[in-house]
């Protein structure tokens, strides 16, 4: 069976006057039909690059300089805008950071997912209707057939979310792009769009790359976790296996930086300080071609800043790591 | 440590009954914040946590007088702030700052960072632009930010720099309190985790108090002493931190818990019993009797008519629930296998 995704040696750069400077640098990952990737990482690391890249959208001054991105065994990479675009909110479809921004204030939510059900499906007016309908009552919409005709800004975030979702899976997308869905949203609203794309996913067999800052989301509802920074994957494998026993320092990092909610017998101590990665995500254009994460690492070696980046290599089957002193799996 | 431990910390700010209430098309009330009552205490934080909607922001930003505050009271030390007028109002701001979830909208993005920063300090206590920018100079760096960061102007830090600014800007003119509106949530948590830190070591170098807003337990359990829980315009659960997670009464809070306990058996066995479905009513005439009636899976008869009204639970630990201590609490008991599971 060949993979729903295939990222393989994704190179993007940024033209700049002063010259071009790489933004992502040899991404490669592969993703199953009806499973979930998460991308994490800080801030400023290519998450949201990477999404826009697979989706053929990279902003002005990006360019794709290597690498290939195939959609069910196809190039997206190489085939005519006009392809492309047919592909994009049929084959693969992408929930933004911000609802607001995606949805048009001017047109009710059911002219808006019946919109693309009528571009892409070919779909009749009534039928799209109907398949807009259904898809607010698979979201969970309260009063679906009032709200098809409701306007964006007279819905809560919470409800515009589960809109987007919708709308992303109104023409049953092979792919599904989730950029920070439930950022703006509060935990209970979270734990239910996460619960929802779960329950979608398998009734669908959709492929999801889930993009966020959550790593208790990531624990929850993810395969495999591929850990970016500075634009480059440091860390790729399961994730019960890399969230249990992370290798790399700068995926150890990230998970002692989040405050565990301790419940029950363990509430009644005082919290122990949170740990802390020091200093920045090195910016655009200062990265170096040895460990980007040098800086920042207590296991950083001379050979750190001396050679190249470290290759990614297997440390397990399925478990790379980029690193030249991997961390001890932790001993039980 | 143990001398701030004994010496019971004096309150700061007093909020009794405080409602906010905007008008709503067809001459209807929304209640967004149906009479809030808490209190401060020095070099101390309050976590407010509840749904969206649940009238968080409003709390606070009625206690700021950013809104107007329907009924109510707000006491500062012991004065009454929302009473306060002209160079008393002033100084009365300076002691009390905010800072928004938003670093971008709260930033103008044509003046530089120093500006920024100062604004305050020219605006409460009418320092020279001098004296202002010196000042600058040695709050930056308290923030993790590098003087030369003040000729800077927004779109050139990123966004965990841009709050460290919010930062500096609040504590510029050397405030009490502060106010965190959902401050770090838009943040990774690397920046997340620095940002912490930092408001955690100003507390305990300045006594400076939060009244912290999120929506994420964890960040609050960490940061806050003290816990208040709003559903609908109200506080329904209120107490010490390590009480109330250790023995959360209320069925909201059982359901606001649920949803976020970390992955595993425990988190399944919660969310199967706890976790509320749909949407909270809305707060254009909110139901009478208790407001979480309609989707609570406890709700008798009397909840629908007879507003519960909060009752101590343990020492300081308060429950606006009729069948609180009745209803079998939920089992924490592996809480913290659940981590590894
Ligand atoms: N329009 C743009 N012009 C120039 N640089 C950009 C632009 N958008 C992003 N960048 C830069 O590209 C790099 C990758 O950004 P990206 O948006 O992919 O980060 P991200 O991992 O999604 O971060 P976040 O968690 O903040 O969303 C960053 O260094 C960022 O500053
Ligand atoms: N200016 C306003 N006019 C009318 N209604 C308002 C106004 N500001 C807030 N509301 C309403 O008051 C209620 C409480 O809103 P508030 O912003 O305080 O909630 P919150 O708890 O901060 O939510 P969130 O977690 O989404 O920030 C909501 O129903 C909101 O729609
Ligand atoms: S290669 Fe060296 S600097 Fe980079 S993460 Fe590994 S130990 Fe740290
Ligand atoms: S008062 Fe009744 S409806 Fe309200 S939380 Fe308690 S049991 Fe549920
Ligand atoms: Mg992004
Ligand atoms: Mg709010």
């Known amino acids: 069976m060949i993979p729903i995704l295939s990222v393989r040696d994704l190179t993007v750069s940024l033209k700049r006057a002063s010259g071009t400077v790489p933004v992502l640098e040899r991404l490669s990952f592969e993703l199953d039909r009806g499973r979930t990737i998460a991308l994490v990482g800080e801030s400023g690391c290519g998450k949201s690059m990477t999404a826009l890249a697979i989706m053929g959208l990279l902003p002005d001054g990006f360019a794709l300089e290597k690498g290939s991105i195939l959609l069910d065994g196809e190039d997206v990479t190489k085939v005519p805008p006009a392809r492309l675009r047919a592909l994009r909110g049929n084959a693969m479809s992408m929930i933004f950071q911000e609802p607001m921004t995606a949805l048009n204030p001017v047109f009710t939510v059911g002219d808006q997912i019946c919109e693309a059900l009528r571009l892409h499906q070919g779909l009749g007016r009534q039928a799209a209707m109907e398949r807009a309908l259904a898809m607010l009552k698979a979201v969970q919409i309260p009063a679906a057939e009032q709200r098809l005709h409701a306007y964006p800004h007279a819905l809560s975030g919470g409800m515009r979310q589960r809109v987007m979702i919708a709308m992303a899976l109104a023409c049953r997308p092979k792919l599904l792009i989730a950029d920070e869905p439930t950022t703006a949203l509060d935990v209970t609203v979270q734990a239910q769009v996460f619960d929802l794309l779960k329950e979608l996913q398998e009734e669908m067999g959709t492929a999801i790359v889930l993009i966020t800052h959550d790593l208790g989301a990531v624990a929850d509802i993810t395969d495999t976790v591929a850990v970016l920074y500075a634009g480059r994957c440091v860390e790729h494998g399961p994730t019960l296996e890399v969230m249990e026993a992370p290798r790399h320092p700068y995926t150890r990092g990230l998970m002692a930086c989040s405050p565990h909610l301790r419940l029950g017998a363990a509430a009644a101590g005082v919290p122990e300080p949170l740990q802390e990665i020091p200093g920045l995500v090195p910016p655009l254009g200062q990265r170096p071609p040895s460990c980007a994460f040098a800086p920042r690492c207590a296991r950083a070696t001379d050979k750190c800043s001396a050679q190249d980046q470290p290759p990614l290599a297997a440390i397990s089957p399925d478990h790379e790591v980029s690193c030249w002193h991997p961390e001890e799996r932790a001993v039980a | ?341």
């Not at chain 2, 500096?168 to 830190?197: G, H, W, Y």
């Open chain 2, 1 to 341: 440590m143990t001398a701030v431990e004994n010496a019971r910390p004096r309150p700061i700010l007093q909020v009794n009954d405080l409602t906010v209430h905007f008008p709503a098309a067809g001459g209807k009330v929304v209640h967004a914040v149906d009479g809030v009552s808490f209190v401060v205490h020095e070099g101390r934080s309050l976590g407010i946590v509840g749904e969206s909607g649940s009238g968080k922001s409003t709390t606070a930003q009625g206690v700021m007088r950013l809104v107007p505050a329907t009924s109510g009271q707000v006491v500062l030390r012991d004065e009454d702030f929302l009473a306060m007028r002209g160079g008393r109002l002033r100084e009365a701001r300076r002691r009390i700052q905010m800072v928004f979830q938003d670093p971008f909208a709260s930033l103008d993005p044509r003046r530089q960072a120093g500006e920024l920063v100062a604004e305050p300090l020219r605006l409460l206590e009418g320092l020279s632009r001098r004296a202002a920018a010196d000042r600058v100079a040695e709050l930056l760096p308290t923030v993790g930010l590098p003087p030369e960061a003040a000729f800077l102007y927004p779109h050139q830090f990123s966004g965990g720099q841009r709050q460290r600014l919010c930062i500096a800007r609040a504590l510029a003119t050397a405030p009490e309190l502060i106010v965190c509106d959902e401050a770090v949530s838009a943040l990774d948590v690397a920046i997340q985790a620095q940002i912490l830190n930092l408001l955690r070591r100003l507390q305990q170098e300045r006594g400076i108090a939060y009244i912290f807003i999120s929506h994420d337990l964890g960040v609050v359990q960490h940061l806050c002493d003290e816990i208040a829980v709003m559903y609908l315009g109200q506080i329904i659960e209120q107490g010490p931190t390590a009480s109330f997670f250790s023995a959360p009464r209320h069925p909201y809070s059982w359901s606001l818990i649920s949803a976020a306990v970390p992955a595993g058996p425990l988190r399944e066995r919660l969310k199967a019993r706890y976790l509320v479905k749909g949407e909270p009513p809305s707060p254009i005439d909110p139901p009478a009797g208790c407001r979480f009636a309609g989707r609570c899976a406890f709700a008798v008869d009397r909840c629908r008519t007879e507003t519960p009204l909060p009752r101590p639970v343990a020492p300081r630990h308060f429950v606006a629930c009729h069948r609180a201590g009745e209803i079998e609490a939920p089992d924490f008991s592996s809480g913290e296998m659940a981590r590894s599971a």
